[in-house]
């Protein structure tokens, strides 16, 4: 079974990379840029054998390591 | 005064803290990331700069998990003096011993350099030889030094007296211009410049920390 976590900057935490490169898109001619907010993928390789299984270890590991609840929030896609 | 430095697979720190505690009359032992021994013998446990883990995932994340770091959590929540620099303040936030993160520079650019601090508070072991409103001249080395917290979280720590050091000239967007904080009950200080770099050569500011920590635990025991 496979999981994929995706990890963002919380609204309101500055991201000079999102905005680094938004900056170079405007440039370039793209105007209708708004704003980016660039984040990380993670994707894991599980032996568990139900999805609600995997879920809720996969949710423990975002609170204890993956995912630092103060400055970041994340989406969690169990695949099958 | 016993003091334990600890090492983490890429803390460089390390020996540079080592040198200047010994210096300040500190009697230095090396601790290692996967032992999780009884800290009680020492005065005050360290954990130094560097980049550990590769700072892979985010800086001090996986250090704040390593075996070490449950004794450096028994020894604070005994009233230990547990102090943090640079790497050692990431990891003390990640670790949740010091509240808020660290996250990329503003600019995006690895700063070196020297840098100007002011004293904002000294009613505590770290700075409590020193008078608020001193200048302090530290070199600061990172790319992720960008203290980021809630206003909520700021107010309750500015009235607490947890804000020891700011930058006098912000140099990485650090919320509150914030380079350096304690937790509430005080004895866990961690901060982004670097004091041993600037305890023998150059500016010999960091000295001053030394000495209030020492005189602090003189007094303690006294």
């Given at each position: 079974m496979k999981a994929r976590i995706h990890v963002f900057l919380k609204d309101g935490v500055f991201d000079p990379q999102g905005n680094t490169v938004a900056g170079s898109l405007q440039s370039m001619g793209f105007k209708k840029v708004k704003g980016i907010r660039m984040g990380k993928v993670i994707d894991l390789e599980l032996a568990n054998e139900t999805q609600d299984e995997a879920r809720r270890e996969v949710q423990k590991m975002c609170e204890q390591l993956l995912v630092n609840s103060v400055i970041e929030s994340y989406k969690l896609e169990i695949l099958a | 005064?016993?003091?334990?430095?600890?090492?983490?697979?890429?803390?460089?720190?390390?020996?540079?803290?080592?040198?200047?505690?010994?210096?300040?009359?500190?009697?230095?032992?090396?601790?290692?990331?996967?032992?999780?021994?009884?800290?009680?013998?020492?005065?005050?446990?360290?954990?130094?700069?560097?980049?550990?883990?590769?700072?892979?995932?985010?800086?001090?994340?996986?250090?704040?998990?390593?075996?070490i770091?449950?004794?450096?959590?028994?020894?604070?929540?005994?009233?230990?003096?547990?102090?943090?620099?640079?790497?050692?303040?990431?990891?003390?936030?990640?670790?949740?011993?010091?509240?808020?993160?660290?996250?990329?520079?503003?600019?995006?650019?690895?700063?070196?350099?020297?840098?100007?601090?002011?004293?904002?508070?000294?009613?505590?072991?770290?700075?409590?030889?020193?008078?608020?409103?001193?200048?302090?001249?530290?070199?600061?080395?990172?790319?992720?030094?960008?203290?980021?917290?809630?206003?909520?979280?700021?107010?309750?720590?500015?009235?607490?007296?947890?804000?020891?050091l700011t930058y006098k000239n912000n140099p990485n967007g650090s919320a509150h211009d914030i380079a350096g904080l304690c937790n509430e009950t005080k004895n866990v200080f961690g901060l982004m410049p670097h004091p041993e770099r600037a305890t023998d050569l150059r500016s010999q500011d960091g000295k001053k920390i030394w000495s209030s920590i020492l005189n602090s635990l003189k007094e303690k025991s006294a």
């Open positions: - | 005064m016993k003091a334990g430095v600890v090492t983490f697979p890429g803390s460089n720190c390390d020996e540079d803290l080592a040198y200047a505690l010994s210096l300040s009359g500190f009697e230095v032992s090396s601790l290692w990331h996967k032992d999780s021994p009884d800290l009680s013998e020492f005065k005050l446990v360290v954990l130094p700069g560097g980049f550990s883990y590769g700072d892979y995932l985010r800086t001090g994340a996986m250090a704040a998990v390593s075996p770091m449950q004794s450096v959590k028994q020894f604070a929540g005994q009233g230990g003096l547990v102090l943090g620099i640079c790497n050692g303040l990431q990891i003390l936030c990640e670790a949740g011993l010091l509240p808020g993160a660290l996250v990329r520079n503003n600019s995006l650019k690895f700063i070196c350099k020297d840098v100007a601090l002011n004293v904002e508070d000294t009613n505590n072991p770290w700075t409590s030889h020193l008078k608020k409103n001193d200048t302090l001249i530290y070199p600061i080395a990172h790319g992720d030094g960008r203290y980021v917290t809630d206003e909520p979280s700021y107010n309750a720590m500015k009235e607490k007296g947890q804000i020891l």
